[in-house]
């Protein structure tokens, strides 16, 4: 079977002629997959994934999504696709519903339809945000809640990756346990692909989970 | 009164007292503002004798090359003022800059000169020079104020702004509230001079007329005149800069260049 995405020989560095952060790396995702990337800090996990959805741009290589070049698809188009979740989960001043309701607001989620409020008080439900109401700011909320809420969003989008950064490095361990829990059943219950980066030692317990190190700028998977 | 009093050189000396004033406070609060005040007042003393004798000159050549040129070189002069204040470096802007504010500044000129104030030729320039001067230093702060914010706010809010994309906005709507802010600082001190003029001040323009013997009556009329133009070319200059700035803050792939603070 093709895979989702394939990455090919990729190289990437900040600054012309500086030491380039990666290269040569090679990657496939297939359907369904959870793969987990580790490394130190600075090791560029967090790069990997931002090049993936093109807030960064490769200094060679390609990356093909659907077997077709992401440099070629539309970048809106591109990112409701393959959608990446932040470090720091960040907020607009708005409501909680406001905010769950973002990606419907754009040209290209217009045309979608927009969950009703009992559809997304169900799935408050569902990402441990009990006792949150969708009036209320969505800026007042816990760092873990603003992350479950991020994630929730990137969902309700319908990506068919989700591309998940340090997704607990912010959180306590309770927090932590409720993500987990969280991802595990996205990737086992709604079959969505996940491509998730951590420092930790975090290792999914789902039959299609895959774990890949960074070391010396080199990219192992198991 | 109609005939203007002429201000002898002792005269002018006697106002340097408010300098002196000035200079006496800066050092007794140890405001540390002398050298600026020194320095400012060399500037405005030598700056506005040779432009003295530049439009002197010019009105005496009536030649429309010389007025263009100098309509140039005072375009360029705005956009050399607006890029000491906005501290980006790393997107290029100057260049759009100067075009955008070089068309938009002559049809206004040309609009107010040929078609309002109706002066033949349309380049007379004891006209066109005053007429384009105020539109490029009022639109020249705006402009300045404007770039800067959007600057900093894209700095400030990048992750909101990655936020947005990274949920299927395009570059327009992921930078929409940041773009608008930006607009708006720029035009209210405009349009808040729209608001006070003529209540909580005279502007400098209908001051000058009045001062050399003009009639009140028709000293207003150039000043309204003035007040929508620069309304009107501030709004126009700024639009379409920072339109065009805003898309060259992201890339190809619609990716954000500005740097994060």
Not at chain 1, 105 to 119: E, I, S, V, Y
Not at chain 2, 189 to 201: C, E, K, Q, R, T
Request: proline residues 5%; charged residues 20%; hydrophobic residues 45%.
């Amino acid at each position: 079977m093709q895979p989702l995405l394939e990455i090919r020989d990729l190289s990437f560095g900040y600054d012309k002629g500086s030491r380039p952060v990666f290269e040569h790396l090679d990657l496939d995702v297939r359907k369904g997959e959870c793969v987990v990337v580790k490394g130190a800090s600075g090791s560029g996990k967090s790069t990997l994934l931002r090049l993936i959805c093109r807030l960064n741009v490769p200094r060679s290589g390609e990356i093909l999504f659907k077997s077709k070049n992401v440099a070629e698809i539309p970048p809106p188009e591109l990112r409701s696709k393959i959608t990446y979740v932040q470090q720091i989960p960040q907020m607009t001043d708005a409501t909680v519903r406001d905010n769950l309701l973002l990606p419907f607001t754009f040209a290209l989620g217009q045309h979608k339809a927009a969950p009703d409020d009992a559809t997304l008080e169900r799935m408050l439900d569902a990402f441990y945000l009990h006792g949150v109401s969708l009036d209320q700011s969505a800026l007042k909320l816990s760092v873990g809640q603003k992350q479950r809420l991020s994630i929730m969003r990137a969902i309700l989008n319908e990506p068919d990756m989700l591309l998940l950064d340090e997704p607990t490095s912010a959180l306590d361990s309770d927090s932590a346990a409720m993500l987990f829990s969280i991802i595990e059943r996205l990737n086992t219950e709604e079959g969505k692909t996940l491509v998730i980066v951590t420092h930790s030692e975090y290792q999914p317990a789902v039959p299609q989970a895959r774990s890949c190190t960074f070391r010396n700028g080199k990219l192992e998977c198991a | 009164m109609n005939q203007i009093i002429e201000i002898s050189i002792p005269q002018l000396l006697l106002a340097l007292l408010f300098i002196l004033i000035a200079q006496i406070t800066s050092l007794v609060q140890r405001l540390g503002l002398n050298k600026d005040i020194t320095i400012g007042t060399i500037r405005t003393v030598s700056q506005l004798f040779l432009m003295g004798y530049a439009l002197t000159f010019i009105f005496g050549a009536q030649n429309l090359w010389l007025t263009l040129g100098i309509f140039v070189v005072m375009v360029f002069s705005a956009v050399f003022i607006i890029r000491g204040r906005v501290k980006e470096k790393q997107i290029p802007y100057e260049v759009p800059t100067f075009l955008t504010m070089l068309s938009s500044y002559f049809l206004t000129a040309l609009f107010v000169s040929w078609l309002v104030i109706g002066v033949h030729p349309w380049w007379e320039p004891r006209y066109f020079i005053p007429t384009a001067g105020m539109v490029i230093g009022n639109s020249m702060s705006a402009l300045a104020i404007s770039i800067e914010r959007l600057f900093s706010q894209m700095r400030q809010q990048r992750d909101v702004v990655e936020m947005k994309l990274c949920l299927g906005a395009n570059y327009r709507e992921a930078s929409a509230e940041i773009f608008k802010g930006a607009v708006k600082a720029g035009m209210i001190p405009s349009i808040n001079a729209m608001m006070g003029v003529g209540l909580v001040f005279i502007p400098g323009m209908m001051s000058g007329q009045i001062l050399a013997g003009t009639d009140p009556l028709i000293a207003i009329r150039y000043q309204i005149v003035v007040m929508f133009m620069l309304v009107g070319s501030t709004a126009i200059s700024s639009i379409i800069v920072m339109r065009i700035i805003r898309r060259r803050c992201f890339g190809q792939s619609e990716e954000l260049l500005v740097s994060p603070e």
